[in-house]
Nanobody
Framework: QVQLVESGGGLVQSGGALRLSCAAS????????VEWYRQAPGKQRELVAT???????NYADSVKGRFTISRDVAKKTVYLQMDSLKPEDTAVYYC???????????WGQGTQVTVSS
């Protein structure tokens, strides 16, 4: 079993930066694909960034060049560095971990990010 705890959300002005953390409990975290999703009120849940166990990453077009996803295996933590934030980045951000070859998957509780204009 894996539990995910998110932190780092808050209020920031347009153009500012935040770093979100997704800390995992339990074993086997290193083999998980980890993703960050976000959902704004009245909007569909959006996949923001993905990091595979081998380190390969993918980003939504809306955040390319501004967001960076990374993993610290020793700390069992995945980060989302968010730079040059825009008001349209305002949303609840969720961490999602899954094993590609199994049905096992886990969600964090979400953390609010609010960007003021």
């Amino acid at each position: 079993q894996v539990q995910l705890v998110e932190s780092g959300g808050g209020l920031v002005q347009s153009g500012g930066a935040l770093r979100l953390s997704c800390a995992a409990s339990g074993s086997r975290f290193s083999i998980f694909t980890v993703e960050w999703y976000r959902q704004a009120p009245g909007k569909q849940r959006e996949l923001v960034a993905t990091i595979m166990s081998g380190g390969s990453t993918n980003y939504a077009d809306s955040v390319k060049g501004r967001f960076t996803i990374s993993r610290d295996v020793a700390k069992k933590t995945v980060y989302l560095q968010m730079d040059s934030l825009k008001p349209e980045d305002t949303a609840v951000y969720y961490c999602h971990a899954r094993i590609p070859w199994a049905q096992e998957n886990y969600w964090g509780q979400g953390t609010q990010v609010t960007v003021s204009s």
